[in-house]
């Protein structure tokens, strides 16, 4: 049977959960007095369709209804969870608990937005206190896993691992406070860096820009994948975490922080944090932890190139005064025709293999698309030509795995043409690790329209480029195993 | 002509510069009177070789070599970079740069990795005081980018291109501090956030995992990818950043910020950020970095869904649950063999898509290995049996792309066994959005040994249950492409 939600304030938040929900096969019911709360949360829907679903490997369940209501009453009745993210204002938060629980299931979980009250604020004066818990979710709701979970006091076990259970089912990642406190935890350290961040802007230390970059090309992307302490664990090397705090410890007398409170450095403080942090990442050695973190790193830094964004717009621009530097960024006319050209010389990355090391299936064929997207650079059919509406779509491919590679080998691919005139490129690529044959692709290209999706003519420049090359390499010998199918004889 | 730097101590900050240095192609020349500097700098460098080169998609220079020096006259002469990495004691810095200026070219960059003190500091007392500069990287100094270069007075505009330039020629990033302070910039956030972190664990408030957690599944894999300020800026929403500094602004009053000092509110202050950030961001409205915030955070969970880490943890869990509870998580004897198997059902993620949004290539192999994964685990080839030491290795593959498949579609994978006897495995799988058939993967599969990597029989169980869809799948009608070669007429 389909569950239901009660998103109570359809703002960027409460959208958020409403998708959440809905992707998830709940339906959603929302209650906004605000008359653009439908097209807010559509456009937040939008979002959140284009990119939640794709997170897994499996396809989520089909999705809910996402509906609209006049009244609190309507919205709730009948619901397993109720949302609230109405304004953070406490009487404002009173009074909708208030008008949600004349209505709810008394079984229901109801939980709040709020980045900052604590839970026994939020209880006050509640018919039934003990429904109503913080369950603090971050922007954008719909991709991020985190909610803070802040049952307060009263509420019994059953209820906390109900709520629990629901949100992770909805793919989230329920952190359960066992003690309140204003702000939570994660908004504590926003607040601290936020407060911080004023402070160098008005100063003119730095402007947000240089901030932001301060950030996302630094501490930022090490804390996506490890958070704070366990970086400072892999920090501290062979010596481990005491280590690592009697060396920080004192920077906390330095001056930047005389204007604040800092707890005593003491020997209790010190074996607290050693003792938690052998119990979080005690089970992996700091080796394995730092080719963990490289790992995880090289994996978000290459994720950010092919977005060419942040760290990764770093490492574009860094390859492409590279490539300008080396024969990877020749034209066709420099390059000599009676070989096969070489059209890749990189370096086999840690996110293209498994956990063997070896190089996966899939990154074959990445690595020699690449190729032929360097091959058609090289005949004249570039990001310009492209931009103008025609490109070469591949029609079929055939690959032959023949050995094995590791991350970390420097691989190259020569590239021959079999067949290049009117729409068709036929092209033959030869992976090799120094003398080591690796693999071989065989592509049948169209060159195709992009406005139409239909084959169409190239250029008579690239047409022209394109036959050089396939005359001259119809004099080489035929290549091992082009036109192999699959099952054929060896 | 190879470059040559110098690195004057060499711990694990030391070792990173050493390893970045070398591997974008300089000689790096180590001092540190330690006799464990080889050994230490050995294993950073094993690092930085596995994790460094593999970051672009063209190959690094020829590596440059690592030698280790007795004098510090005799590491930094010629060299046109010397880098201080010594303890932070400004005594040994202002020794270590007297006996570095004895014997360095003038010409040459002399960059301090000091977290803490200002240039004007380190250059008290200095020969040259106009030499010495901070450059303040971050560990793992061979993948992140970040550099904070600070001049301090009296350093000439030509000496600090030549700094921006080398850092930028080893794939970083130097941020220009125009004004010094303590701690330059990343590190005052670092401290702000250790200083609530003490707090929480002392408190009783939250673990040093919840802190983690709190951190890399929530605001750090925002960060990783847009700072601070753009983040505000897109919550912010169409009304923009003096809109959520107008929301912000009041919590900066909140209980607890009592304790600290904050800057006032001013129109001023207001004004100048939302200034900066319109600079900064405003290129792109609201709804791109909405979009291009969730492609990178999509990517970046993927990435680390691959490497079964952090917030990807979290993912392979949701999926593993909503795999059981599907037709996705049924073994061979409960799937009937009469017609092709349900391999997949999936959405095609946002980080599988061109600029255009279509699935790119190689995708299409991805998804067909995970397909092909999929019917070895059916057919009891699973994480157990390769655990023991067998499994299959694809030798070829065949792909006809068919039709072109957005981000947010749905697909399906069914496969047929062509061929299934001893060691080998011949499937067909055909993927379809609904009823467009979009691509057919032919592949020849043989079962391995693990240890020797060669051909071998598989388990009794794994032939018989390959046997039955072989046998069953044989009365099925060929399917259309099957035994094709590239070129083949169609």
């Known amino acids: 049977m389909t569950k239901t939600a009660a998103i109570i304030g359809g703002g960027v938040i409460g959208g958020g959960w409403a998708a959440r929900f809905a992707l998830n096969g709940w339906n959603a019911r929302v209650f906004d007095p605000d008359r653009q709360a439908a097209r807010k949360i559509g456009e937040v829907m939008a979002n959140a369709r284009r990119s939640l679903p794709g997170l897994t490997d499996v396809a989520l369940p089909a999705e809910g209804a996402i ?6 009453h309507e919205a709730v009745e009948g619901a397993a969870w109720i949302q609230e993210s109405v304004p953070e204002r406490l009487d404002i938060k009173h009074k909708t608990f208030g008008a949600i629980q004349q209505a709810c299931d008394p079984a229901a979980v109801i939980g709040s937005s709020t980045s900052g009250f604590k839970p026994s604020e939020l209880q006050q004066g509640a018919a039934r206190p003990e429904q109503i818990m913080v369950a603090h979710p971050f922007n954008p709701v719909y991709l991020l896993p985190l909610v803070e979970l802040v049952p307060g006091n009263g509420i019994d076990g059953p209820m906390v691992d109900r709520a629990k259970e629901i949100l992770t089912g909805l793919g989230m990642y329920p952190l359960h406070l066992k003690k309140e406190i204003d702000a939570h935890v994660a908004d504590r350290f926003l607040e601290a860096v936020w407060r911080e961040a004023l402070w160098l802007v008005k100063d003119g230390i730095a402007t947000t820009e240089e901030i932001d970059n301060a950030i996302r090309y630094g501490f930022g992307i090490r804390w996506a994948q490890m958070g704070l302490f366990e970086t400072y664990r892999v920090a501290g090397g062979e010596a481990g975490m005491k280590h690592f705090m009697a060396q920080f410890g004192p920077c906390l007398q330095w001056p930047w922080t005389k204007l604040t409170d800092v707890p005593e450095f003491t020997e209790e403080l010190v074996d607290l944090i050693a003792g938690q942090s052998d119990a979080q990442s005690g089970a992996h050695s700091i080796r394995e932890l730092e080719r963990i973190r490289d790992n995880n790193l090289v994996t978000m830094m290459r994720g950010l190139k092919a977005q060419d964004w942040g760290a990764g717009a770093l490492l574009n621009a860094q390859e492409k005064a590279m490539r300008s530097a080396t024969a990877l960024g020749a034209r066709a006319a420099d390059l000599p025709a009676d070989a096969p050209v070489l059209t890749a010389r990189r370096t086999v990355p840690l996110d293209w293999t498994d956990y063997n090391g070896h190089m996966t299936e899939s990154r074959y064929l990445h690595a020699f698309a690449d190729a032929t997207d360097r091959f058609m650079e090289i005949i004249g059919c570039d990001a310009a030509y492209i931009a103008s509406g025609g490109s070469y779509f591949t029609a079929e491919t055939h690959i032959r795995h023949l050995d094995e590679v ?24 030869e992976m090799t690790e120094g003398d080591r044959l690796l693999a071989t692709g065989e592509h049948f290209l169209l060159h195709v329209s992009l406005e139409t999706r239909k084959p169409s003519a190239p250029s008579a420049g690239i047409e022209a480029a394109l036959r050089r090359f396939a005359e001259a390499h119809a004099a080489l010998p035929a290549p091992d195993g082009a036109g192999r199918h699959i099952g054929a004889p060896r």
Do not use: C, W
């Not at 509906?67 to 609190?72: A, E, G, N, V, Y």
């Not at 020569?414 to 490129?425: D, F, I, L, N, P």
């Open 406 to 429: 590791h991350a970390g080998a420097v691989i190259e691919i020569r590239t021959r043409v079999m067949e290049g005139a009117g729409k068709k490129m036929h092209l033959f690529h």
């Open 67 to 72: 509906t609209f209501h006049d009244s609190i």
